[in-house]
């Protein structure tokens, strides 16, 4: 059964940055997709994208295109989420979760899910 940690969550000012790390352990988290999820207070957690086990397909929400970019280094076991021009809205758990399939599924299905990493983006 695959394992995730995520890492590198952090209190950051608008506009800024920061790099969530997303390490799995089993033999199948390198060749399958991965997807981030968030969720703020008193909401529901929502996706926030998604990178296949090739790295050759990417998704992401509206909400953070253009801003936000996944990549996975499979040597390494980790996937990343790049995140730029942060906004207060960003503000909630990050969470990493493996898909299924090594393709990106719609709408993504997790399988498993760890404590998550949390983000806060102050004005």
């Known amino acids: 059964q695959v394992h995730v940690v995520e890492s590198g969550g952090g209190l950051v000012q608008a506009g800024g940055s920061l790099r969530l790390s997303c390490t799995g352990s089993?033999?199948?988290?390198?060749?399958?997709?991965t997807a981030w999820f968030r969720q703020a207070p008193g909401k529901n957690r929502e996706f926030v994208g998604a990178?296949?086990?090739?790295?050759?397909?990417?998704e992401y929400a509206h909400s953070v295109k253009g801003r936000f970019f996944i990549s996975r280094d499979n040597l390494k076991s980790t996937v990343y989420l790049h995140m730029h021009s942060l906004k207060p809205e960003d503000t909630a758990r990050y969470y990493c979760?493996?898909?299924?399939?090594?393709?990106?599924?719609?709408?993504?299905?997790?399988?498993?899910w760890g404590q998550g990493t949390q983000v806060t983006v102050s004005s």
């Open positions: 990178i296949s086990g090739s790295s050759h397909d990417e």
């Open positions: 979760t493996p898909g299924k399939y090594s393709i990106i599924e719609t709408p993504f299905v997790g399988t498993t």
């Open positions: 089993g033999h199948t988290f390198s060749t399958g997709a």
